[in-house]
């Protein structure tokens, strides 16, 4: 990297302490401004004996809110100004104390959720003061991230291993977290469960990835093929009972079918049109399955789903009349998390065939034709490079993934309804494509974890959970416009050496 | 080239019937392409030659662009005929197939005024992309080659190295890897024509490639389309303001004013016959060019009579 010798003379001028506070100050009259109406008073339901309605009033939040951003924007003005290792090493220290406090509650506080989101702002200070501090003079953080993207790209071959090991040894590390922590070994159920809904949606990401970041397509709706998925396998397995990995393909199948007769009309549409109306389609999925009662079970949904077996050996305490159970067959004691366990190996397997897949495509003419796609349709064209079907199979292959993930999800509840499958969930898969950086798989990882587990994490702060996961959106977006780790590396190279750029 | 062609040449006659040069390659008969009331394109027939450089020159709006556009299938023309000959004897008319086809099987290719790269994909895999027909083929539609069966592997080594062939052609191996959007816009331009050779096609089609060029890039890209021409055998069909290209290499001229064929002959014919002078300079009679303009069409101030 091209760090700057002679240029990088830190020219220190001093602090402009008078046009820092005015600034702190002036940001800390905003807050009042804004917290006093919004937070200061509280509607009860009780009222005065007159009739009129009850006020609480909450001055001592209005009061923290206010002085944590005047301290919170001086902290940041300071670092602005080249004030960084002290403002670091405060915002960190105040950030040990209050989460110390947060967890040991040594000193009572009257609200935790203000609490937390203190925690969050001194966190941020202390990110961005040692991010400033450390960074090389003159480079933006953006840029500093982006070497750092290419630098992930480029000890792939030693990252990849390493999370995937990681992966493999997640539910035995929890195990083993347990066992340090003064407890026996045993599996934690819930966290296992986490993983296994994280794997989820990094699976869903991964398959969305396919359609927006390779192919470039803006797909608002791609839960409809993770609902075609997740019923394909109910109705098949409930009337026909068969087993899931018989209706695994299956639902893969019929997924990237729908994707296909969706997608012939929609793919004349360019950009925001092809946008809103693959949005569409999603909610006519969506209604169809709420609608038509008689084969979908209608918004009751359609319950009894088989659990899935290990290959035939269900998980179950007492297997019915000539079965084996999976605890009989290796001989253990019957216990709940095996299920869980196996589930998530299952979605492990799922999300990495995804990946694999995906980073196989890359290398093959269909996946270079669809980045060329993405790039510019009309040279496409001129090369001899057929649109409509190069497209069509981007969008059926993704589906086909959304389905697998959609028969894992049934197998998973052992009940669908449409309520699983509403915009949101489509709109928080495409928030992980794009926050992780459109193509970047692992940045698709990273931003599953920002997405899925923080909001889970800090399911604590209750209502306010959105709110934060919102603010951190936002400030993501402001900082990484791109998404965290965009960076794509050639899929083949002529000169080892690496090039330039 | 003999350039002995009758001087009574009407826009409404077919070229076909006076063509004595070398075989036809492309045979453009009576084009007309009309956007609601306009008529952009209207009854222009020509003919392009085997292993020529031919021309297509007109002052802005004459519908040069638009010629290219029905010729490569982004437009289908109003009314008539485009068909081309191989030199192998297959024979394709243009304007019944779709704009992929006809780069895919009549093995047109072009390239475009504005360009159009894939800025984010290296130079080296802008060339593989050209190459996605022959390849998709080896790696039998994807499904073999994403278990890794069959000669997808050396069919992707072929296309390197037909990919480096080209890059050393163009003067590019160096930036190989380089983003295509990064390079300066001379390699860009140099870029698309390699891209579009890759595609080894029959016809090149290029729109204004010396636009934004300085005159000694000009001149290299003079030299390459005269090695396009004598070494790969292309026909080139060539849209071009700048009057070294068009007067320096091509064999063959053809003018079009308003959307309609006003001259057509080899380029000495062409830049002394009065009606392009007229409709380059208005219809103003003079007999003596202002200096700049004859500099511009490249005739010496005595010129007339060559």
């Known amino acids: 990297m091209a760090t700057a010798t002679a240029a990088s003379v830190p020219v220190t001028r001093p602090v402009n302490w008078i046009g820092v506070l005015k600034d702190a100050v002036i940001?800390?009259?905003v807050t009042l401004a804004l917290a006093l109406p919004m937070v200061g008073f509280e509607t009860t339901s009780s009222t005065t004996e007159r009739g009129w309605p009850l006020l609480n009033t909450r001055f001592a939040d209005v009061a923290a809110a206010v002085i944590a951003v005047f301290l919170g924007r001086l902290a940041l003005n300071l670092v602005r100004e080249g004030v960084r290792a002290p403002v670091a090493f405060m915002a960190w220290a105040v950030f040990a104390l209050l989460l110390a406090n947060l967890i040991t509650e040594?000193?009572?506080?009257?609200?935790?959720?203000?609490?937390?989101?203190?925690?969050?702002?001194?966190?941020?200070?202390?990110?961005?003061?040692?991010?400033?501090?450390?960074?090389?003079?003159?480079?933006?953080s953006s840029e500093v991230m982006d070497d750092v993207a290419a630098g992930l790209q480029r000890w792939n071959r030693v990252i990849a291993p390493i999370g995937l090991l990681l992966a493999l040894a997640f539910p035995w590390l929890t195990g083993l977290y347990a066992l340090a922590t003064g407890g026996e070994f045993a599996i934690s159920r819930n966290a296992v469960d986490l993983g296994v809904l994280l794997l989820t949606y990094v699976m869903l990401g991964w398959g969305l990835n396919i359609i927006v970041g390779l192919a470039g397509l803006l797909d608002l709706g791609y839960v409809a093929f993770y609902a075609v998925g997740a019923y394909s396998y109910a109705l098949l397995a409930l009337n026909f009972g068969w087993g899931f990995w018989a209706c695994l393909p299956l639902a893969g199948v019929l997924a990237a079918l729908a994707g296909i007769v969706l997608g012939f009309p929609v793919l004349r549409l360019h950009g925001d049109y092809f946008a809103i109306v693959t949005l569409g389609f999603g909610e006519i999925i969506r209604v169809v399955l709420t609608n038509w009662s008689?084969?979908?079970?209608?918004?009751?949904?359609?319950?009894?789903?088989?659990?899935?077996?290990?290959?035939?050996?269900?998980?179950?305490?007492?297997?019915?009349?000539?079965?084996?159970?999976?605890?009989?067959?290796?001989?253990?004691?019957?216990?709940?998390?095996?299920?869980?366990?196996?589930?998530?190996?299952?979605?492990?397997?799922?999300?990495?065939?995804?990946?694999?897949?995906?980073?196989?495509?890359?290398?093959?003419?269909?996946?270079?034709?669809?980045?060329?796609?993405?790039?510019?349709?009309?040279?496409?064209?001129?090369?001899?490079?057929?649109?409509?079907?190069?497209?069509?199979?981007?969008?059926?292959?993704?589906?086909?993934?959304?389905?697998?993930?959609?028969?894992f999800f049934a197998t998973r509840q052992g009940f669908v309804s449409p309520e699983s499958f509403t915009f949101i969930e489509s709109?928080?898969?495409?928030?992980?494509?794009?926050?992780?950086?459109?193509?970047?798989?692992?940045?698709?990882?990273?931003?599953?974890?920002?997405?899925?587990?923080?909001?889970?994490?800090?399911?604590?702060?209750?209502?306010?959970?959105?709110?934060?996961?919102?603010?951190?959106?936002?400030?993501?977006?402001?900082?990484?416009?791109?998404?965290?780790l965009a960076h794509r590396a050639p899929t083949l190279r002529l000169n080892s050496a690496g090039g330039g750029r | 080239m003999s350039g002995d062609l009758p001087a009574e040449r009407g826009p409404t006659d077919p070229a076909a019937a006076t063509w004595d040069r070398v075989p036809p390659l492309l045979t453009v008969e009576h084009l007309t392409m009309r956007f609601g009331g306009l008529t952009a394109v209207d009854d222009v027939s020509f003919i392009a030659g085997q292993r020529e450089i031919t021309a297509i020159i007109g002052p802005n709006g004459a519908g040069k662009t638009t010629v290219f556009n029905c010729l490569t299938g982004f437009y289908r023309p109003t009314a008539g005929r485009l068909s081309l000959e191989r030199g192998d004897g297959t024979h394709y008319l243009l304007e019944r197939m779709e704009g992929f086809r006809i780069a895919r099987e009549a093995r047109v290719a072009r390239t475009f005024q504005n360009i159009r790269l894939f800025p984010q994909m290296s130079v080296l895999e802008n060339l593989i992309v050209a190459q996605h027909n022959k390849l998709m083929l080896a790696s039998g539609y994807t499904v073999l080659g994403l278990f890794g069966i069959g000669g997808y592997r050396e069919a992707e080594r072929a296309a390197v190295e037909k990919a480096k062939f080209w890059l050393d052609r163009v003067g590019l191996t160096a930036r190989a890897d380089w983003d295509a959007g990064n390079l300066p816009y001379g390699d860009q331009r140099r870029l698309e024509i390699a891209r579009a050779m890759c595609t080894e096609p029959a016809l090149l089609c290029m729109d204004e490639p010396a636009a934004g060029l300085n005159p000694r890039e000009s001149l290299e890209l003079n030299q390459l389309l005269l090695s396009i021409r004598d070494d790969d055998g292309v026909g080139v069909l060539l849209i071009e303001h700048d009057m070294s290209v068009v007067m320096g290499i091509s064999d063959h001229v053809i003018v079009l004013d308003y959307g309609r064929k006003i001259a057509d002959g080899t380029p000495v014919e062409v830049r002394n016959d009065p009606t392009v002078i007229r409709a380059y300079l208005g219809e103003e009679e003079s007999d003596e060019l202002p200096p700049e303009v004859a500099a511009y069409l490249g005739i010496a101030p005595d010129a007339g009579t060559q």
């Open chain 1, 27 to 29: 940001i800390g009259l």
């Open chain 1, 106 to 140: 040594t000193v009572p506080v009257w609200n935790e959720a203000v609490e937390t989101l203190l925690v969050i702002g001194a966190f941020v200070v202390g990110f961005v003061a040692t991010w400033r501090w450390l960074s090389p003079e003159g480079t933006t």
């Open chain 1, 294 to 407: 008689s084969f979908t079970g209608g918004p009751n949904g359609l319950s009894g789903i088989p659990r899935p077996t290990f290959f035939g050996f269900p998980f179950e305490r007492n297997p019915a009349e000539g079965e084996t159970a999976f605890h009989q067959l290796f001989g253990l004691e019957f216990e709940g998390v095996h299920r869980v366990v196996f589930l998530y190996y299952l979605i492990l397997l799922l999300a990495l065939i995804t990946n694999l897949f995906t980073m196989r495509i890359r290398r093959l003419p269909l996946g270079r034709a669809w980045e060329a796609l993405r790039e510019d349709e009309i040279a496409c064209r001129s090369l001899g490079i057929n649109p409509r079907n190069t497209k069509l199979t981007a969008f059926a292959v993704a589906a086909m993934f959304g389905g697998f993930a959609g028969s």
């Open chain 1, 427 to 484: 709109a928080l898969i495409l928030a992980i494509v794009v926050l992780g950086g459109m193509g970047s798989q692992l940045g698709i990882v990273l931003a599953a974890v920002l997405v899925i587990l923080l909001p889970e994490w800090f399911r604590e702060l209750d209502q306010y959970r959105m709110l934060a996961f919102g603010v951190g959106m936002v400030l993501i977006m402001v900082w990484r416009p791109r998404g965290l």
